[in-house]
Nanobody, 118 residues
């Protein structure tokens, strides 16, 4: 079973930056899209950013202009650069990958905690 491994979370002050990285435990073929979701305490998991194999991106309105997403297709690695962080960005961030080859398989990481606090 493929695992997605996130890293880069931590504690940062408001206005600061963090970079999250997601790497699969083994090679995955036909990865159509990868992305980041987050879940704050008491709230539903929500999309933060998503990127297709062709480079098309989508962002939650709350992070537009502050977060960027990039991807290394050869390594199926996805990055989330977070800047101008706010306390409301505090959540567990999860990596996601969609593999499509006639059927669709979705993989999730275990999550990495991001805390924005002074």
């Amino acid at each position: 079973q493929v695992q997605l491994v996130e890293s880069g979370g931590g504690l940062v002050q408001p206005g600061g930056s963090l970079r999250l990285t997601c790497v699969p435990s083994e090679s995955i073929f036909n990865v159509a899209a990868m992305g980041w979701y987050r879940q704050a305490p008491g709230k539903q998991r929500e999309l933060v950013a998503r990127i297709t194999s062709g480079g098309s991106t989508r962002f939650a309105d709350s992070v537009k202009g502050r977060f960027t997403i990039s991807r290394d297709n050869a390594k199926n690695t996805v990055y989330l650069q977070m800047s101008s962080l706010k306390p409301q960005d505090t959540a567990v961030y999860y990596c996601n990958a969609d593999q499509v080859f006639g059927i669709r398989l979705t993989y999730w990481g275990q999550g990495t905690q991001v805390t924005v606090s002074s």
